[in-house]
Nanobody, 118 residues
Framework: QVQLVESGGGLVQTGGSLRLSCVAS????????MGWYRQAPGKQRELVAT???????NYADSVKGRFTISRDGAKNTVHLQMSNLKPEDTAVYYC????????????WGQGTQVTVSS
């Protein structure tokens, strides 16, 4: 069984920064892609950023140049550094990890709230 634990959300003013982290724990697995998604009230969950096992990254247009995704393979951790935050970034942020045991399975974190005040 794999568990994801997220941390780093909170309240910040416009223009501020936050760093989200997600740690995958368990045993007997390897990790393929990792990523962050977000869901604002009344909206669908959307992709924020992803990173492959080889380090290739992909970002939503709305966060390019402001957010940076990174991973630590040895620690099964993915980070999202968010800078120049805007009120429209307010959402619950979810970590998503593609885990390989005998086959690939997607795991989601519990979500962490990010609120950007104007």
């Amino acid at each position: 069984q794999v568990q994801l634990v997220e941390s780093g959300g909170g309240l910040v003013q416009t223009g501020g920064s936050l760093r989200l982290s997600c740690v995958a724990s368990g045993s007997g697995f390897s990790i393929n892609a990792m990523g962050w998604y977000r869901q604002a009230p009344g909206k669908q969950r959307e992709l924020v950023a992803t990173i492959t096992s080889g380090g290739s990254t992909n970002y939503a247009d709305s966060v390019k140049g402001r957010f940076t995704i990174s991973r630590d393979g040895a620690k099964n951790t993915v980070h999202l550094q968010m800078s120049n935050l805007k009120p429209e970034d307010t959402a619950v942020y979810y970590c998503r990890v593609n885990v390989i045991v005998r086959w690939e399975t997607v795991y989601w974190g519990q979500g962490t709230q990010v609120t950007v005040s104007s």
